[in-house]
Every structure is written in C-alpha cells, then in structure tokens.
C-alpha cells in the first residue's frame, strides 16, 4: 500500500472518530433546533409542517459525513495543522453569532473577525505591550493566520460540495412579501451540516520517540500552509491525525428558479469565493501584507454572495405570483399526500374539481366538499390537459395535499425586515421591548 493510500485510509478511520465527539452530538442538537424553526413557520403558514424534522436531521448526519471526508481530504493534502489557528476561539464566537442569524453558524464570520482583531493587537503592541501580556489578547495575536484562513477556505469548498449534492433537499415553501410589497410563492433554503473531520496537530518530539513508530513519510513540499515548526538537535517533527467538528449552515431563497437550480448557482459562487479567500491565504505566507485583505474577505465576500444571489432572486420573475390566468397553481405537494399519489407536480395549473372551474382556494375547498368520495382533478401540464383521479378518503377535504401560488388577498406571508446590529440584539433578547 501507498504512503498516500495509508495517509487517507488513517484518515478515514480518524473521522469516524469525531462521531464520538460530543461537540458532534452538539452541533445535531443545534442543527435539529434549526429545522423544528422551518417546521413551526411551515404550520404557522400551511396549517401543517411540509417537513419531517426527524428526516432533515438524519439527511444533514449522512452528508455531513460525506463532507466530512472531503474536507479532511483537503486538509491532509494541503498540510493545513490546527496547533496554532484559533479553533478554541473560533467555537464560542460562531455559537454566539448564531444568536442573531442561523446562518452565521458559519467559521467565515467568526474567523475572519478573529484574524482582523489578531492583526490589529499586532499593529497596537509597539504601542501597548500591555497588549502582548494578557492571556486571551496574547493567544489571538499568536494565532496562524494563514492557516485559519486556509482552514476557512477548505470548510466553504466543503460547503459549496454539500451545497451541490444537498442543498435543495428539504425546501420549505414560503408565501414571501417582497421589498415592492407583492406576496410571490417561492421556497426557505436551509441547510445546516454537523461536520465531523481530521485535522492535523504538530509536534516537535525527540528522534528516538515512541511516536516516530509506524509513521508515514511525507513529501518534501509538505505541510503547505501549516505553521512551520523548527525542531532543536535530537529532534523531529511530527503530525498527528486528530478528530474535531465544525459546523456548517446554508441559508437561501429560490423565487425566480427552482431550488434544484438555486443550488447549483449558489455552489458554484461559493467554489469560487473559496478557491480566492484559499489562494489569498497561500500567498499570505510569502507576503504578509496580503493577511488584512484575506481576513476581511472572509466575512465580506460571503455576505456578498448571500446577498448577491438574493437580489438576483428578487429582480427576477417569480415563479408563482398572483396573476389573473384561470386555475390554481400548484406550489408544493405534501410529500405522500393523496395528490402526490395522484401524480400531481409542482408547476401544474389546477383547472377544474370533479368538472367545477376552480379560480380562488375558497372555490377548490367548496368543489371537494361537494363530491367527497369521487375527486377528478383537471390539470394543464405544458400544453397537456389531463384528468387524475384523487383518492383522498377517509383523510379530511383540507387533506389532499396541495399549496397554491399565493394570491392576491393572501393575509399569512413571511416579510424579511432589516435593521440595525442594535436593533437585532433587542428582537432577539427583548422580544417585547419597542
């Protein structure tokens, strides 16, 4: 076997350990907590959750594994080692930015603030050594920015592949009332992954260490954007496969597209934004000049990119608006709902139940009480017409499954408000305060 071949099967095994990890049973909690949000707004908005909170979770356990091992790839690869990068910082401030916004659960937020409050205790030293005293201003100024930096770079490319292959699992439909005030049916986005990976920890050890047994050797050029550690006489430097956990979430909205091609979009702008902020670390090492714009970059590029794809979703055409064509358009069908049994797809133009045109919900309730126990739906499909057939008792008439584009009378709609740092800090702790 390869030295390669045995670095990634150690790998492998080494990730599976962080499944033990309790901060890995930590980051599903608050992952769970995250989708019983989405299933509350889904009752709030529909009466019933579109979701299966049970279901999401396991869905984000299973790739999040997958992303686990991809990114470790990456780390192993690249020789990115965790002694000196801040991880004991990066944990407290991420879960504390949670606070205000499920998608800061996300290290570009909270390591680019600690690289750009590294680099300015750095600047203030000369000036302050006091600064240079002090336990927790010491330990940040000490921190390897180049190697968090990379880290951050290596968890959003793992973002951007779990984006791709799950991130329009689970889309929730919304009724959204837009900046221009119109209520348009689109799908909530939201996506949270408990990662499990294998990191790599630096030592410097004698030569004659009991470590050095069964080790692997590594090429010359290896670490690449590790710290580089100088051993005295007599000693050497080892890594050490170690398990930890990240957490990484995904928040987005799909109105002019569908979700599957919202991901695949928003994928492809993150790759980009990692394999830069990846590149700006690498060249951090030969010129330390480029650190301050690197660190900035982290948090400001992916809020560029969340905001970017926002803004393209509502500048363009809804999929589902209230319009004055006859029928119902079909947003969403309840997974194993009599409708989705039926053959019902999301895009259908309900035209008639049981034979009675149907151009308000109000009409649709009223046609299936009239015929409970025979339901033929009347659907245009492209340039088809077709008749199905719906075999809803002994559910209840509100049960067949189905949401509608929002109309224009639609009173029960989700509103995104902006609004200071300030005054998020007081919805959030004083809920009832102004």
């Not at 000490?142 to 889309?171: D, M």
Request: hydrophobic content about 50%.
């Amino acid at each position: 076997m390869s030295n390669w071949a045995e670095i990634f099967l150690l790998m492998t095994k080494t990730t599976l350990l962080a499944l033990c990890n309790p901060f890995f049973w930590l980051v599903v909690v608050i992952v769970f907590t995250q989708y019983r949000r989405t299933v509350y707004l889904e009752k709030k908005l529909f009466g019933r959750p579109y979701n299966n909170i049970w279901r999401q979770t396991a869905y984000s356990i299973f790739y999040g594994l997958l992303g686990g091992l991809f990114g470790s790839f990456f780390l192993i690869s690249l020789g990115i080692s965790l002694e000196n990068i801040g991880i004991i910082y990066l944990w407290p401030l991420a879960l504390f930015l949670l606070l205000f916004n499920p998608r800061f659960l996300c290290f570009a937020y909270a390591g680019g603030l600690i690289s750009v409050v590294s680099l300015a205790i750095r600047f203030l030293q000369p000036y302050w050594p006091v600064l240079g005293e002090g336990g927790l201003c010491k330990g940040i100024a000490a921190i390897h920015l180049p190697g968090l930096l990379a880290l951050i770079g290596i968890l959003h490319l793992t973002e951007s592949f779990l984006i791709f292959f799950s991130g329009h699992l689970g889309s929730s439909p919304i009724y959204l009332k837009t900046p221009a005030g119109k209520v348009v049916g689109g799908y909530s986005l939201q996506r949270f992954w408990p990662l499990p990976l294998t990191g790599l920890w630096g030592q410097i050890v004698a030569e004659n260490s009991e470590f050095l047994t069964g080790g692997v050797a590594m090429p010359d050029w290896w670490p690449l954007l590790g710290e580089v550690l100088t051993p005295g006489g007599g000693e050497q430097v080892i890594y050490l496969m170690v398990p930890l956990v990240a957490g990484l979430g995904y928040g987005d909205l799909a109105l002019s597209r569908q979700p599957a091609d919202k991901r695949i979009k928003t994928a492809c702008y993150l790759a980009f934004y990692s394999i830069i902020l990846s590149g700006l670390a690498a060249a951090s090492i030969f010129w330390p000049v480029v650190l301050l714009p690197a660190a900035l970059f982290a948090p400001l590029g992916h809020e560029y990119i969340i905001h970017k794809g926002n803004r393209d979703e509502f500048s363009g055409r809804p999929l589902f608006q209230a319009d004055s064509s006859d029928g119902l358009k079909v947003m969403a069908v309840f997974p194993d709902s009599p409708a989705q049994k039926a053959g019902v797809l999301v895009g259908d133009l309900l035209l008639a139940v049981n034979g009675e045109p149907v151009g308000s919900e109000i009409e649709y309730g009223e046609a299936l009480r009239q015929n409970y126990y025979r339901i033929l739906f009347n659907i245009k499909r492209g340039r088809q017409i077709l008749e199905l057939p719906v075999n809803l008792y002994p559910l209840p008439a509100s049960q067949t499954g189905l949401i509608f584009a929002p109309r224009r009378w639609a009173k029960t709609f989700v509103e995104i408000k902006q609004g200071s740092f300030w005054q998020k800090i007081r919805r959030r702790f004083f809920p009832g305060d102004g």
